[in-house]
């Protein structure tokens, strides 16, 4: 699909809007959609003539000669009749917006002024400061657009007009100004088709800025049979989609509400129960639709999600910082986002994984086993007896005793910590059955607890355990580590031991550890007196982005935290990279729920990254998943790859950064190196006094940075500077899929800046 460049012409040549709805010259285009399964005709009088009487003249632009294109006529004219009127209708729905701001604000005041008062007076007061707090949440749209569309049905429907938005807003009246985008109503704006109308005459799209309208795109639907028609397919809303496309990034991922595609509404309002996965390549959208879709359904099933939580999964916290305004910008703020690690309480877990031996080894399920068993080697009888002075006798418990204390108590519970108290209780009766007088064991309890005897005794038999505390402990010791695990190697010994830290709430804990200290919460349950505080939070629905990296262990948390087995997972086989890369969608699916089976969707269409770039990763990755086609892009247009060989990179890197920031102008850029040159590359641009962000938990938040290529995926910049790609190849676990990660961020501009030699696939 072509770029519509204006073409008129002015003192400083060409218009320099290339996108129809941006341009001046170009502020309406038009569609006509066929229900006999065509979306395009051949623009002749009789369709001119019907047309205009709606919307005016519309001059004829064929080329004589030309072959007619099986897609949709777009026609534009200096000024549509209609843009004032839209602009009056949305100039009043923010009129109501506001208005509702301002009720709301003041229920906020009356809530604050009404303190004090009996407990059910406050409870009250609670639940309406609630509702309010997220009623303002969903009308603070900040700089986004309210009004991005407008259905117009046919008579036989009802003949109604809907104008669509980001939330819905009401009149005074109570009557609906704008509708939801996720109510019934909507679907069709995203949905309907020349074949399949669902009712529409007509679809508009705004093109705004802020509260201003700058542009129309209709697309009609009528019955016009007499013409040849096409397919049905194409893009919704595509000059609009363009605009969005080709705007500059800001480091944050924005919502394609005004934009989403037939195929990406389908995924966003596919139904909550069970495991809905979406296979799709860069740029085709899976993140957003994923986040959409979270937004769908917490509108749709408000009860019960709002009570029981929606949480969204990323694969480091710099993805997290890329994605985290999209939901508020729907008007969803309470939606939880995390990294596996951020989900384990009471550990600094960092974003980093182990080497690929160690990651690999602490995500392969065996760990399940040796976690279970790592727990069970701290249940043991006493070796020798306890005794203890209490008045004027000593009292005693024989280590023969407690055998069988240790062996009920794995009878009777589940988790390690829920023993700890039934474990106290019997030892201290079989001490008072061994004393004179009728002694109370929960008496012997309380003076007795404290006696460091008892205490050592107790620590033996069955300690109070937190994750980091047994980890730190099995990690620390070969020995235990034999003993959780007799099948381990003495090579997968010597990998998982580190030493034993006097203090485990001061360890860092790898990205790799994040599923083990959660399978050892699982394992040893809350401790007493801290159930809340150690319960695992489950969710009513779980969004996971970047799952194809996921291990074993890593799912298996997941499906922890599933309530229901309502999951959304997105990713893309040929990105994976992880030391669990995994190879097909199936060795991913067998470790989520299965209370009924998974659906699986595929996105094909590429929309961010322009047809040159897609060209040039696709050869990458012919090597790197062959069995998997690239994304078919709808930008045909736009700049190819740069290749530049270099003598001397630290002489060079930096002129060419500076030349690509320059190119870009307001846009964003990455310098995507291998882990291992990250230092070298921030050294020079440092000499350089070159200005560059870094990776972190805000994001990208300067126009350049410096970021590896295993914490680039998911991400998108206006232009990308690869440096080295031989050296990504050779040092990264899965070297081509590496490769194609980092060919594949950039939307508007690619240059591939070497000393080494090219990969072949590259190189040809």
């Known amino acids: 699909m072509r770029r519509r460049a204006c073409r008129r012409r002015s003192g400083q040549g060409r218009c320099s809007s290339r996108v129809g709805p941006h341009c001046r010259h170009r502020r309406m285009q038009i569609r006509v959609f066929l229900p006999s399964g065509g979306i395009s005709v051949p623009l002749v009088r009789s369709v001119t003539d019907a047309v205009e009487s709606i919307f005016g003249r519309i001059r004829d632009t064929r080329s004589p000669g030309r072959p007619q294109r099986p897609i949709t006529v777009q026609e534009v004219v200096a000024i549509h009749p209609e843009l004032e009127a839209e602009q ?33 007076a406050r409870f009250e007061r609670e639940a309406i400061w609630g509702s309010v707090a997220l009623r303002l949440e969903q009308l603070d749209l900040g700089d986004a657009s309210l009004v991005f569309g407008r259905i117009d049905q046919e008579p036989e429907v009802g003949e109604g007009s809907f104008h669509i938005g980001r939330v819905g807003v009401w009149d005074d009246n109570q009557e609906p100004v704008v ?31 802020g509260r201003t309208i700058v542009g129309l795109e209709d697309e009609l639907f009528g019955d016009l049979e007499r013409f040849r028609t096409g397919d049905g397919g194409g893009l919704r809303g595509e000059g609009a989609l363009i605009a969005a496309l080709e705007s500059a990034r800001t480091g944050r991922l924005g919502d394609i509400v005004g934009t989403i595609q037939a195929e990406q509404d389908q995924i966003i309002r596919s139904p909550l129960p069970g495991v809905i996965a979406v296979q799709g390549g860069p740029g085709t959208g899976k993140t957003v639709v994923a986040l959409h879709r979270a937004a769908y359904l917490l509108y749709t099933h408000r009860f019960p999600l709002e009570g029981q939580g929606v949480l969204v999964v990323g694969p480091n916290r710099l993805f ?27 550990v600094r877990i960092s974003d980093t994984r182990d080497d690929e031996d160690v990651s690999r080894l602490k995500g392969d399920l065996r760990m399940v086993r040796t976690v279970a068993r790592a727990a069970r080697t701290r249940q043991q009888p006493l070796r020798d007896d306890v005794r203890v002075g209490h008045g004027l006798q000593w009292l005693t418990v024989p280590a023969a005793a407690t055998a069988p204390i240790i062996a009920e108590a794995r009878r009777r519970f589940r988790t390690h910590n829920a023993a700890r108290r039934f474990v106290e209780a019997e030892f201290f009766a079989v001490m008072a059955e061994g004393g004179r007088g009728d002694l109370d064991p929960e008496g012997l309890r309380e003076r007795l607890r404290g006696e460091l005897a008892v205490r050592e005794a107790l620590e033996w ?15 620390g010791s070969h020995a235990l580590l034999r003993a959780a695990d007799p099948s381990l190697t003495d090579a997968e010994v010597d990998s998982l031991y580190r030493p034993r830290e006097q203090a485990p709430g001061d360890l860092l804990w790898s990205a790799s550890d994040a599923p083990l200290l959660d399978e050892a919460r699982a394992v040893l349950g809350p401790r007493p007196g801290r159930r809340e505080e150690d319960m695992v939070r489950t969710y009513g629905h779980i969004v996971v982005d970047e799952i194809q990296d996921m291990s074993p262990m890593d799912l298996r948390m997941l499906d922890r935290r599933s309530l229901n087995g309502s999951m959304t997972v ?13 190879h097909d969608w199936d060795s991913i699916l067998d470790h989520l729920p299965d209370r009924r089976p998974a659906r699986r969707n595929e996105l094909t269409v590429g929309y961010r990254i322009p047809a040159p770039l897609i060209d040039v990763a696709a050869r990458v990755l012919s090597r790197a998943a062959p069995d998997l086609a690239p994304p078919v892009s709808v930008r045909s247009d736009g700049d190819p790859p740069r290749f530049v060989k270099v003598v001397d990179m630290a002489a060079d890197l930096a002129a060419a950064v500076l030349a690509e920031l320059e190119a870009v102008g307001t846009g964003n850029l ?6 291992s040159q990250v230092a070298e590359v921030e050294q020079v641009l440092v000499g350089a006094g070159i200005e560059f962000g870094r990776p972190t938990r805000r994001g990208l938040d300067e126009r ?26 050779r040092e990264q ?9 980092a060919l594949t961020r950039a939307t508007r501009r690619l240059t591939i800046l070497h000393t080494e030699p090219l990969p072949p696939v590259l190189s040809t």
């Open 88 to 120: 009056a209708f949305v100039d009043n729905a923010y009129r109501c917006l506001d208005e509702a701001r301002d009720r709301a604000l003041e229920l906020v005041s009356m809530v604050e002024v009404g303190s004090g008062g009996t407990n059910q």
């Open 179 to 209: 509708v939801d985008w996720r109510a019934p109503v909507a679907e069709a704006f995203y949905r309907a088709t020349g074949p399949v109308p669902m009712g529409l005459r007509r679809r508009r799209h705004f093109v705004s800025r």
């Open 320 to 346: 997290l910082a890329y994605i985290e305004q999209v939901l508020p910008s729907l008007g969803e703020a309470g939606v939880q986002l995390a990294t596996l690690g951020d989900m384990v309480g009471g």
């Open 461 to 475: 038999m069955w300690p109070v355990l937190t994750p980091a505390q047994l980890l730190n402990d099995l990690f």
């Open 570 to 582: 997105v990713g893309d086989i040929a990105q994976a990279t992880g030391a669990w890369a995994h």
């Open 670 to 675: 990455a310098v995507v190196v291998a882990r």
């Open 704 to 729: 350049g940075a410096v970021v590896p290529v295993s914490l680039v995926k998911g991400l998108e910049v206006d232009a990308a500077l690869v440096v080295e790609p031989a050296r990504i190849v």
């Open 733 to 741: 676990d899965q070297g081509m899929r590496a490769l194609y990660v």
